[in-house]
């Protein structure tokens, strides 16, 4: 069974792309094997837009086995080759980008000048960044290190990587996890959210157009219990890699430990946000909305925790809650819409829950409701700021991932670096000054795997991605996560056979090996 749903050719012009399944296996388009189906929902109708066949078992073991078979081949080719198959995936995904950003927008609720002008240009240029770097894989340079040898060290794939993506980025964590794994030589089946695989698929689809072999990238569309924990389990993947919550990566890591793959895990976030007295008001204020509300606050690094020096709380309280009432809500579609809707209603509430509690402990300045106007069938929120909570209440030590800010004062330089470092989360934070010196004891001492000074939020593709604590390990983008996607293996030339006698003489003596009846 398929059914393309109800969208618009306007609203989803690549939806004849996915007509003969969801499943991306070796090359081609199937249906999935569960007898199962699940829909597509626009968050901002509720409206089911696609319908598909979820991934059973069988199905990722059709795709694991699609990528082993096409691993040697890929492995095996030089450089060059696979840098200029990724540069035509590039050229291909430019091509259709519009396809991409409107079939994100569809499926996450996203502004479309938001999927136009960052998540697509995004995973274009973060194509042709490892499209370059698939030519720049090197080991160590070779030396004589111990007398008579000559070593040194290669840097190879590690064979079948599977990998889970989220539902918040779905066509960036595709594009994060696919690219660096292929660049350097290996092959992939990737699962991404249930609710969110309509370009996955695409991605999967664009790059078989563009020449990559069958088997290369591969994409099952399950769910996580069953063809997740299936993928992560498999004993044909060498190595997982897993973004989402902090709890599903504890299971994730507890299944990839059974067969002792290859882990890396981008996990939850709790980004503080910490404005000194120093720092320019206005700029933070708008630095805050914007870094609170991307992506309607579903963002691992959304700033989250604002911690403001007390000479300037009560106007920075004042004036985020001006600035955050101006933000419009509305179609994703429509030109002046700047914030869309949670990714379901199931979201939505669960974000309605933390503010509805935090109101017996703190204040909501503003927002901390659902909008009315025409938005009642949407998973609408209103843009959020809460005041004066504890720091040790659910709401500050919690990840919401909705359009929901804390503000919280500190006084000394000491107490705010210290709460910013106050949750088991790191991965991300920013610092908001006009002197150098708190700049750099802030970059040096805030544990987290980005911290941004006077801005918050840009990525490039040539900068590493990944946290600390229990926001996981590993890196996405940059040569960073080109590494982790390869093995190291030392190589080690004896430069003269002499030396082999004496060697064996100094560790078993010199002694004759005789034979008799």
């Known amino acids: 069974m398929h059914n393309p749903g109800t969208a618009t050719p306007e609203r989803f012009p690549a939806q004849d792309r996915l007509a003969d399944g969801a499943q991306f296996i070796a090359g081609r388009l199937v249906k999935g094997t569960s007898g199962r189906h699940h829909a597509v929902v626009d968050p901002a109708t509720g409206e089911e837009v696609y319908t598909y066949e979820l991934a059973g078992t069988d199905d990722v073991d059709a795709a694991v086995a699609a990528a082993r078979?096409?691993?040697?081949?890929?492995?095996?080719?030089t450089p060059g080759e696979r840098s200029d198959a990724l540069h035509r995936f590039a050229a291909v995904l430019a091509e259709r980008a519009e396809e991409f950003a409107r079939a994100e927008s569809l499926q996450c609720g996203k502004p479309l000048k938001l999927t136009r002008e960052f998540d697509v240009p995004g995973t274009i240029d973060n194509t042709a960044f490892f499209a370059g770097a698939a030519r720049h894989l090197q080991g160590q340079a070779a030396g004589e290190y111990s007398g008579d040898h000559t070593s040194y060290v290669r840097r190879e794939p590690i064979g079948v990587v599977g990998s889970i993506a989220p539902w918040n980025y779905p066509l960036q964590?595709?594009?994060?996890?696919?690219?660096?794994?292929?660049?350097?030589?290996?092959?992939?089946?990737?699962?991404?959210?249930e609710p969110t695989?309509?370009?996955?698929?695409?991605?999967?689809?664009?790059?078989?157009?563009?020449?990559?072999?069958?088997?290369?990238?591969?994409?099952v569309t399950g769910t996580g219990k069953e063809a997740g924990e299936h993928l992560v389990g498999h004993p044909d993947v060498a190595m997982t890699s897993f973004t989402g919550s902090t709890a599903v990566g504890r299971r994730v890591a507890e299944l990839a430990t059974a067969t002792v793959k290859r882990l890396h895990l981008e996990l939850g976030g709790k980004a503080p946000f910490v404005v000194f007295d120093d720092?320019?008001?206005?700029?933070?204020?708008?630095g805050a909305v914007a870094g609170a509300l991307i992506n309607t606050g579903q963002d691992c690094t959304a700033a989250t925790r604002a911690y403001v020096q007390r000479p300037l709380y009560e106007a920075f309280v004042e004036r985020t809650a001006a600035l955050m009432e101006t933000v419009r809500l509305g179609d994703p579609f429509a030109p002046g819409t700047d914030l869309g809707p949670l990714i379901s209603h199931v979201q939505r509430d669960r974000v309605a829950g933390f503010v509805e509690r935090a109101r017996a402990y703190a204040r909501v300045v503003t927002g901390g409701?659902?909008?009315?106007?025409?938005?009642?069938?949407?998973?609408?929120?209103?843009?959020?700021?809460?005041?004066?909570?504890?720091?040790?209440?659910?709401?500050?030590?919690?990840?919401?991932?909705?359009?929901?800010?804390?503000?919280?004062?500190?006084?000394?330089?000491?107490?705010?670096?210290?709460?910013?470092?106050?949750?088991?989360?790191g991965l991300a934070a920013?610092?908001?000054?006009?002197?150098?010196?708190?700049?750099?004891?802030?970059?040096?001492?805030?544990?987290?795997?980005?911290?941004w000074v006077n801005d918050h939020i840009p990525i490039i593709s040539?900068?590493?991605?990944?946290?600390?604590?229990?926001?996981?390990?590993?890196?996405?983008?940059?040569a960073y996560s080109f590494e982790e996607y390869t093995q190291v293996k030392h190589v080690m030339f004896d430069n003269t056979a002499v030396a082999r006698k004496d060697w064996h003489r100094t560790i078993f003596g010199d002694r004759q090996r005789t034979t008799g009846q």
């Open 279 to 286: 720092a320019d008001l206005e700029a933070a204020v708008h």
């Open 462 to 478: 040539e900068m590493p991605h990944g946290g600390y604590k229990a926001s996981g390990f590993g890196k996405d983008m940059s």
């Open 369 to 425: 409701e659902a909008p009315r106007g025409g938005l009642e069938k949407g998973a609408y929120y209103r843009p959020t700021l809460i005041a004066d909570a504890a720091q040790d209440s659910e709401i500050v030590q919690s990840e919401i991932f909705g359009p929901v800010l804390v503000v919280l004062p500190f006084d000394s330089d000491d107490e705010g670096i210290r709460l910013a470092n106050d949750t088991p989360y």
């Open 430 to 451: 920013s610092a908001w000054t006009g002197g150098v010196y708190r700049a750099n004891r802030a970059t040096r001492e805030i544990k987290a795997g980005c911290v």
């Open 69 to 77: 078979a096409a691993f040697p081949g890929w492995a095996g080719a």
């Open 197 to 219: 695989p309509l370009t996955s698929l695409l991605f999967a689809r664009a790059a078989t157009d563009a020449g990559l072999p069958d088997g290369v990238v591969n994409v």
């Open 173 to 193: 964590m595709a594009a994060w996890k696919i690219l660096p794994a292929i660049a350097a030589g290996n092959t992939i089946v990737l699962k991404p959210a």
